[in-house]
């Protein structure tokens, strides 16, 4: 079963200021997403926090919400059929290093932390995550 979804895209902070978020866009076009929303930001750490508050267990928790709110990011609503699993696929493992060839984060990663994208994991936290960046 297939069928058009949307799903968030981040462009993270260590790939905009390396002005890698054309070259990210074009990754996605050319794999047939559409962008259908777009904008470019800087978030407050207070707002990083809600966004990643499935993780505040975590011990990297604070580092990575210090990161996401450190310069600015591009954020974009994606559409294609089955977006959410494509873009996955698309953006690689989390760990650049265990990405696999032709991935965003293979091609452009520098580290876990700094892994260049970030895209949503289900259909469900897409609705959630693209009602937080674009209420409207
Ligand atoms: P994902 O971005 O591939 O969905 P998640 O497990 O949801 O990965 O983690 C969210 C983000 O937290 C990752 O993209 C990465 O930037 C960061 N992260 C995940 N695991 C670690 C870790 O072990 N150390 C440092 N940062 C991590
Ligand atoms: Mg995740």
Known sequence: MSSTEQTLSIIKPDAVERNLDNEIKEMFKSKGFKIVKEK????EKVEAETFYKVHE???FYNDLCSYLSSGPIVVM?????????????????TNPKEATDGTIR???????????????????NA??????FFKD
């Not at 470019?40 to 978030?43: A, R, S, V």
């Not at 260049?116 to 469900?124: A, C, I, T």
């Not at 609705?127 to 937080?132: A, D, L, T």
């Open 106 to 124: 293979k091609k452009y990663g520098i580290s876990i932390d700094k892994n260049s994208v970030h895209g949503s994991d289900s259909v469900e």
């Open 40 to 43: 470019k930001i800087q978030i």
């Open 127 to 132: 609705k959630i995550e693209i009602n937080f």
């Open 57 to 59: 267990t975590k011990p």
């Open 77 to 93: 609503v994606l559409e294609k059929e089955n977006a959410v699993l494509a873009n996955r696929e698309l953006m690689g493992a």
